[in-house]
T-cell receptor
Framework: SQTIHQWPATLVQPVGSPLSLECTVE??????LYWYRQAAGRGLQLLFY??????ISSEVPQNLSASRPQDRQFILSSKKLLLSDSGFYLC????????????FGEGSWLTVV | GEDVEQSLFLSVREGDSSVINCTYT??????LYWYKQEPGAGLQLLTY?????DMKQDQRLTVLLNKKDKHLSLRIADTQTGDSAIYFC???????????FGAGTQVVVTP
């Protein structure tokens, strides 16, 4: 069966520090991968998606970047965090191809102080 | 504003039925989804429905789809305290699986 892991689960970072959130998927190959952000009391916003290694599409302009160095690894990064980057970040995957269901990881709580 | 709209809050008594409503805008959506988020956790897929279906039942969950009105609902029968969570409606808006989410409906189940 397929599983998705993301880490760390929680982190508190000072303004201006770098960020790296990692996500891996097991039990499948060539998945579509996604990073979503959920701000407090709000819905989910798609940040990045990837349909293959090295292929990253950004949905919104922001202080963050994403990379996909391996087929089942997706990384969310920032060189210098802003207070507004605080939120709940969710990695997700779907089988490659059209119309497939998206499955989410457990999420990472980021607080920028 | 959101392309997918949901009411923000629902309070229901334990044992009663809950109905969560959602409206969407993209008539070409092929799949519509319901996800559940418990406090501090990720999203759990509850169920989904193909756009060519009117209804789907899965144990205590019933999904109704009205394509003409672009209205989706989730009914939870015999609501339990463990059903307390935020429920998100989502529509697929392109072929590779991008979803547009609503803001979520917080369901509180009272004894």
């Amino acid at each position: 069966s397929q599983t998705i892991h993301q880490w760390p689960a929680t982190l508190v970072q000072p303004v201006g520090s770098p960020l790296s959130l990692e996500c891996t998927v097991e039990g499948t190959s060539n998945p579509n991968l996604y990073w979503y952000r959920q701000a407090a009391g709000r819905g989910l916003q798609l940040l990045f998606y990837s349909v293959g290694i090295g292929q990253i599409s950004s949905e919104v302009p922001q202080n963050l970047s994403a990379s996909r160095p391996q087929d089942r690894q997706f990384i969310l990064s920032s060189k210098k965090l802003l207070l507004s980057d605080s939120g709940f970040y969710l990695c997700a995957w779907s089988p490659h191809g059209p119309g497939n269901t998206i499955y989410f990881g457990e999420g990472s709580w980021l607080t920028v102080v | 504003g959101e392309d997918v709209e949901q009411s923000l809050f629902l309070s229901v008594r334990e044992g009663d039925s809950s109905v969560i409503n959602c409206t969407y805008t993209d008539s070409s959506s092929t799949y519509l989804y319901w996800y559940k988020q418990e406090p501090g956790a990720g999203l759990q897929l509850l169920t989904y429905i193909f756009s060519n279906m009117d209804m789907k039942q899965d144990q205590r969950l019933t999904v109704l789809l009205n394509k003409k009105d672009k209205h989706l609902s989730l009914r939870i029968a015999d609501t339990q305290t463990g059903d307390s969570a935020i429920y998100f409606c989502a529509e697929s808006i392109n072929s590779w699986g991008k979803l547009q989410f609503g803001a979520g409906t917080q369901v509180v189940v009272t004894p």
